[in-house]
């Protein structure tokens, strides 16, 4: 049997959602907006563009789309800084070893995120070649919880929504699988994921026989 395994990028395969934080705190920060790590769960999954006028309404700030335009420049090229150095110790621990045995078990995976600034990412730490379909920010026209990436990974890997499972860190992910119709996965915080059908902390808790019993489904 084979399924459609599509994963989410940030937090999910590498720890970027750090680097997308320090970078938006700088922009809260010049405008004296107070930005903290619990708001910074709003903007996990969630669309440069949206992520911005998340923060700002935080501070309820308003601001010329000309001003929004050079903060979202300013953002990008500070979180391009960060990532510029990127190599395959960032990839999170266990996230190697799933994809190994997708990989040998013939299962279809494809990656399903919201960056633009995805395939850059999965060259640096050399892991391109395992996905055989990748939907990024610059594919989509409706970001997460809107099911439009993981819908169309599905679709490129040729699987219905039904044989599809997602891996997810943000609760905007984990909505936009379960509108889906597909499996969604949970990784991180329990708490935070509650609507996730499964949830694990990290993927170093992911077995093969878990996954065995999602191929089988
Ligand atoms: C990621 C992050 C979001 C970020 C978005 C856009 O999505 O979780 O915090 O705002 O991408 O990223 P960029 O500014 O690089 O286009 P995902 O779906 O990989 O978690
Ligand atoms: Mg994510």
Redesign the pocket.
């Known amino acids: 049997k084979q399924k459609a395994f599509i994963f ?5 395969i590498v720890d ?2 750090k680097y ?1 934080y320090l970078a938006w705190q700088k922009i809260a920060n010049r405008l004296g907006i107070y930005f903290t790590h619990e708001h910074n769960e709003l ?6 563009v949206q ?1 911005l006028e998340i923060i700002l309404g935080l501070g309820k700030v308003e601001a010329s789309q000309e001003d929004k335009d050079t903060w979202l420049v300013e ?2 090229e500070d ?1 391009l800084n960060y990532i510029t150095n990127m190599e395959a110790d960032e990839i999170l621990d266990g996230v190697l070893p799933v994809l190994e045995w997708l990989k040998e078990s013939n299962q279809p995976i494809a990656l ?7 395939r850059p990412i999965l060259e640096k730490v050399g892991i391109m070649d395992y996905f055989d379909a990748i939907v990024d ?1 610059n594919d989509v026209t409706n970001a ?1 919880p809107d099911p439009e ?1 993981f819908l169309i990974a599905a679709q490129k890997l040729g699987k219905t929504a039904q044989d599809s499972i997602v891996f997810e ?2 609760v905007a ?1 984990i909505q936009a699988a379960n509108i889906a119709g597909m499996v969604s996965i949970g990784i991180g915080d329990k708490s935070v994921l509650n609507e996730a059908q499964f949830n694990f902390k990290n993927f170093t808790e992911i077995h093969t026989q878990f996954l065995q019993t999602l191929v089988n489904k």
């Open positions: 989410d990028l940030d937090g999910v970027t959602a997308h903007l996990k999954g969630v669309s440069r992520s953002k990008n979180y399903g995120s919201a960056s633009k600034n995805a920010g997460k990436v860190d943000s992910g």
